[in-house]
């Protein structure tokens, strides 16, 4: 046996089993993942994120525990008692759910700090938007653009929730840079008040000029931007279908990018995909490589669409994406390829866990938990008086029967169906898919490091 990774010490020892009784009967933990190859037997609990190899023989014995049981005195003649001691073997009868809400109970709470307030605010001056993207999950919304006066108490509410150091702000939409005057309105505002923040935007960046990057930079404190883009120039100019395509289009994206590299900005390309522009994807990152390859500010990652993500051709589409990025690693790419979805625990998962956090403002000063339901039910106003920092209704859901079994509950919301945007019907599958990925990556990572 051989510990690659200790994982979250601070999880480990909320979890840590001191004595482990040898009549007892032992089963694999629901958060255990199994991994094997010609070449490693792989353990990863998703619990702790600890990583774990086997022999061939601890293998045998570990893989059929998911279906039989093993004595606590069989586990210490077989040199496996460490895997019980830190709960990747536990009682049959164990609660892992119970276990899993009392980890994070305590880790929020630890979390929380002494730093009050508001981190971060997603602020959406407008739903508007200047492209028709063929699969827009916001088609149909009433186009709104914040006005001058709620501008003014969106940045009174800041100053009011904020936390005492640096905060950010998330500029979203609709099509943020439509109300480019709204955020450079909002911004000087805050520059007079002495808030200090650092600013992102969601943009499609054919509304970016070399000026306004300039201005965004120095005024809006920009340091990065998630272009969001549909593959090769063919597959682009079919999906966006931008109102007035003579102004904004692919070469307008393309230059954008450049502009914001050039001014120090961090890019990340936001490449959407479904089995329509799988085929165009390749020429796209050699493009995306010939252009920005040597910016070490400069990355992409690949997301699959929403309507796509429902489908069981999600499964083999998943697939497909990982193996055209595992080739071109292969190649040794320059710039960053982000592989997977977030294999990792986290103590938040999203904003809308984020125990009050983050807070994101719509452009009639209404408030919410999560940008990608801004037609939901708010929990409040900018104008509220007596505001208090509090979750919608997602938050105090208890976690579906379904998910409390499943290894990957720990790199997911507490959310299920409805209340979580990200959820798919295939969401396990094509997890395996992405983890067994990133287990090879950081299989290959610690080899070379050696």
């Not at 199994?34 to 045998?60: C, G, M």
């Not at 522009?277 to 010939?290: C, P, Q, R, S, V």
């Not at 990957?408 to 599958?429: G, I, V």
Request: charged residues 25%; glycine residues 4%; aromatic residues 10%.
């Amino acid at each position: 046996m051989k510990i690659i990774e200790q994982g979250n010490t601070n999880i480990a020892q909320l979890i840590k089993k001191k004595n482990i009784e040898g009549k007892k009967l032992f089963r694999l933990s629901n958060f255990a993942y199994l991994f094997s190859n010609p070449e490693h037997n792989l353990v990863k609990y998703t619990l702790t994120d600890a990583l774990i190899e086997l022999s061939d023989e601890e293998w045998q014995v570990i893989s059929k525990l998911k279906d039989e049981k093993i004595t606590g005195s069989e586990l210490q003649e077989r040199g496996l008692l460490y895997l019980a001691e830190n709960c990747i073997l536990v009682e049959h009868d164990f609660d892992e759910y119970k276990h899993y809400s009392l980890a994070i109970h305590v880790l929020k709470t630890m979390s929380s700090g002494k730093n009050k307030g508001v981190k971060s605010y997603t602020i959406l001056p407008t739903t508007a938007c200047n492209a028709r993207c063929i699969y827009c999950y916001e088609e149909g919304m009433e186009f709104r653009t914040m006005t001058p006066s709620t501008a003014d108490n969106v940045v009174d509410f800041i100053c009011k929730t904020k936390r005492t150091d640096n905060i950010s702000i998330n500029w979203f939409g609709g099509e943020p840079l439509v109300a480019e005057d709204v955020i450079q309105y909002i911004c000087e505002k805050l520059n007079e008040c002495n808030v200090s923040f650092s600013s992102k935007v969601i943009t499609n960046a054919t509304l970016l000029t070399k000026e306004l990057v300039k201005k965004a930079k120095q005024s809006w404190h920009l340091e990065s931007a998630q272009v969001s883009v549909d593959g090769n120039r063919q597959d682009y100019e079919l999906r966006k279908r931008y109102r007035n395509p003579s102004i904004h289009n692919y070469d307008v994206m393309m230059n954008a990018i450049s502009y914001l590299l050039d001014e120090g900005i961090k890019v990340n390309v936001r490449c959407n995909y479904d089995l329509e522009n799988l085929a165009g994807i390749k020429d796209f990152i050699e493009e995306l490589n010939t252009r920005f390859g040597t910016n070490a500010n400069f990355s992409i990652y690949f997301a699959m669409l929403f309507q796509e993500s429902e489908s069981r051709n999600s499964i083999e589409l998943q697939k497909e994406i990982v193996n055209i990025i595992r080739h071109y690693r292969s190649l040794g790419m320059n710039f960053v390829i982000v592989p997977y979805r977030d294999c990792q625990f986290r103590v938040n998962y999203c904003m809308a866990d984020s125990n009050g956090k983050h807070i994101v403002i719509d452009p009639d000063g209404f408030l919410y938990n999560c940008e990608h339901l801004p037609n939901n039910i708010p929990f409040g106003h900018i104008s509220d008086e007596n505001f208090n920092i509090t979750s919608d209704n997602r938050v105090s859901m208890t976690v579906h029967e379904k998910c409390r079994q499943c290894c990957f509950l720990p790199y997911c919301t507490p959310f299920f169906r409805n209340a979580c945007p990200n959820w798919s019907k295939y969401c396990y599958e094509i997890k395996r898919v992405d983890m067994d990925f990133m287990l090879e990556e950081q299989i290959k990572g610690k080899s070379n490091d050696s």
